[in-house]
Structures are given as structure tokens and as C-alpha cells.
């Protein structure tokens, strides 16, 4: 609880909302400040539609115990505005991380309009917790560098304009699609139609790191059977790209003829990466600067 005296000299009393990211689900991939912000927490407001309840057992046993599954954000702001009036401290818990697909925003502004100070713990996401369970990195050095989160586009929330999956596709890197399970088979044409490869490596994750969770591997030609066989249609992840397959390439982070701040470069392995350097148009050499990466 923080005060501040007003005009007349009266204290204020004001609250605090933290929104915290929960992860993809096992309530172990919690962050060490996440649990510590429950357990600090008068209330804890929770999606049991979303969040683990295991995640609950961090929170204290006089807490107030919130699930958010069923109220709109009419029926949650009189609990922002009880812990602005009281002084209370919220941890409002968000599936993954709050800064992806969470309703966040609106809330933070709605906060801070009422006075409480705000703050947001991360999470892990989804898409890295499927890559950790397929024992995937999802950068793989000359296959894929950058990695596209997104969904699909014609579904309840509108996309902007020039974020639809098949011009996404055309990149031909990492993509994670969140949300879009019930529409796999409009997934599957638009990732053909933007130059993906029927045989494309792809994963399709059910409510990974859940005590139900089910991990399976297909390519791109092969999604839409995949997700219908075993009747998805939510909580449902897809990764698909070559990094998921991809092997017999090396980074040059931990090359020998690589340097940095801690690090001197062994001067016949530096020759060889610079050779390699002017054989490859358009590489300008990554991460072999000088940059803190030990």
C-alpha cells in the first residue's frame, strides 16, 4: 500500500495492479517475480479458462480469489477500482505473456486512469514453450533468423490491413500462428499460397506444458488432416518453418573465428569466416562484431 498527501493535506490512499504472465501453463514455468507477486497479492484475479490452477498455489491464504473466466471487463473493473479506493494490491494473471494477444492494454490505460500505479511482469510464451518440447531452436543459422507471430486473419478480432498470413508466408522463415486452430484448413491454403512447400516441417501443440498436453509433428500439406484427426479447434499452437527440420549448419557465436568483448579470435578460424563472408552475398557477418554476447 503506497500514500500520497493531496491538496488539503489528507492522504490518498492509492493500490497497485501487477498483470503477470502465468506461461504457456505448467505452473513451474512461472518466473521467480511472477510467484512472488502473487503471493503478495490481496487479489488475484485468474482466468480458470486459461491458467493453470496450480499457478494459485503461490498466492496467500487470506488472498481474495478472483476467476475472470466468466466477466466481461465491466465485471472486473469494481476490483480495480476497490484496490484504488483501498489501497489493495492486484496480481491479475494472464495466460503467457501479457504483451502477446492478453487484452492488456486497454486494462493498463483503465488503471492508470483510476490512479493505480501499474506494472507487468513477462511470461513465457506458447511459441517457446512448444520449441523447447520439440527440442527445436527456431533460428537456425542460414535457414531462418527471424521469427513472424501472428493469426490468422477473418476471425472475431479484425486484422490491419497488409497482416494476412500468406503475405507473412513469402518469407519463408519461422512463423508461430496462435488462435487459429479452428480455421486450420483456411491455415493450410494461405501458408501454400504465400510459398511454403507442402513438405515444410510444422508442429501443431495442444495446450503445451499442460498435464494434457499433445505435441505432434506434420508439414504444412499435412496441417489440416493433422488438426482435424485429433479434433482441435482451440488452446492449439502451430510452428511451422525449415529451422523445425533444419541441420549441418554452425553459428558463428561460438566459432572459433569469432570475437567479442571476452573472447579473441583464433586468427586462422577468423581468416576462414571472412573467406566464407565474401562467398555469401548479403551476409554481413551476424553476430562477429564486438557485441556483449559471451
Known sequence: MTTAGDTDGTPATTGKVWFVGAGPGAADLLTLRAARVIGAADVVVWAASLVHADVLTHARADAEIVDSSQLPMEGVLPLYER?????????????????????????LDLCRALGLAV????GVSAFT????????????????????????????????????????????????????????????????????????????????????ELVVRCTVGTLEATVKRHRLWKHTLFLVGPALAATGTRSHLYHPGHFHT??????????QLRRRREETPGDDGGAAGTGRAG
Open 262 to 271: 571476452f573472447r579473441r579470435a583464433e586468427p586462422a578460424a577468423r581468416a
Open 119 to 122: 506494472e507487468v511482469v513477462p
Open 83 to 107: 484496490a484504488a479506493a483501498r489501497g489493495l494490491t492486484v496480481a491479475r494473471i494472464h495466460s503467457g505473456d501479457p504483451a502477446l494477444w492478453g487484452a492488456v492494454q486497454e486494462q
Open 129 to 212: 514453450a512448444v520449441a523447447a518440447l520439440v527440442g527445436r531452436e527456431l533460428t537456425i543459422p542460414e535457414v531462418a533468423q527471424s521469427v513472424i507471430l501472428t493469426r490468422l486473419e477473418g476471425g472475431k478480432t479484425p486484422m490491419p490491413p497488409g497482416e494476412r498470413v500468406r503475405d507473412f508466408a513469402r518469407h519463408g522463415t519461422t512463423m508461430a500462428l496462435f488462435l487459429s486452430a479452428a480455421r486450420s484448413g483456411q491455415v493450410q491454403a494461405e501458408l501454400l499460397a504465400g510459398g511454403y512447400p507442402a513438405d515444410t516441417p510444422a508442429v501443431v501443440a495442444y495446450q503445451a506444458t499442460w498435464p494434457d
